[in-house]
């Protein structure tokens, strides 16, 4: 579950299912080594990222939410019977910033209904929307994703680079060459060669991130 892949400019929070459940090792086609699409688990995920869905204008300095100044990620596990011991039937983010909850944009793509949230159905519209395999479907989707999260999970905060994207399907234009003009190709505003691992070790040494203040618990009591 990344719950929150970000910088300044883009962001997003994507599920990840998997068709194996537990701990398990991969050998072989398992691992997904011939084709991304083979392994035991979603290598692209339904991912909820403002730009990709349309709203380019939400998520980045001076922005809705002001990337300059600290903001709290607020994200919240709806089942389908609103207990925990429900199947994890939605995943809603809100934003908090200088006092004030800022509700998640909306989705503003051609032919897709409004969504602001990730959902079965939200999953089913953006991958036939932007011509996406369905592989977060394929491998259990929510179902899925909710028996992972059953067993627990441990959090996990990392500063990365990518040696094999150059992070580019978070925050500029991915797959490289594809049309920026066609819907889920443009995901933020950033060149094709910044996020190349030599250039951002190398120019941005001392790049960093503050997280305070994580909260677990029931939902709307964490802000």
Known sequence: MDIWEANSNSAAFT?????????????????????????????????????????KNFYGAGM?????????????FITNNNSTSGTLSEIRRLYVQNGRVIQNSQT?????????????????????????TPS???????ANMSKAMAKGMVLVMSLWDDHFADMLWLDSNY?????????????????????????????????QVTFSNIRFGNIGSTF
């Open 64 to 76: 809705t939410v002001d990337t300059t100044r600290p903001f709290t990620v607020v994200t919240q």
């Open 136 to 142: 977060f479907q394929q491998h259990g989707g929510l």
């Open 15 to 55: 599920p990840h299912s998997c068709t194996v459940d537990g701990q398990t090792r991969c050998t072989g086609e398992d691992c997904a080594i011939q084709s991304r699409f083979d392994g035991l688990c979603d290598p692209d995920g339904c991912d909820f990222n403002s730009f990709r869905m349309g709203v």
């Open 175 to 207: 797959p490289v060459g594809a049309d920026a003009s066609q819907p889920g190709v443009a995901r933020g505003t950033c060149d094709q060669q910044s996020g190349d691992p030599t250039t951002v070790e190398g120019q941005h040494p001392n790049a």
């Open 108 to 132: 503003n793509i051609p032919g897709m209904s409004d969504f602001d949230s990730i959902t079965t159905a939200f999953c089913d519209a953006q991958k036939q929307a932007f011509g996406d």
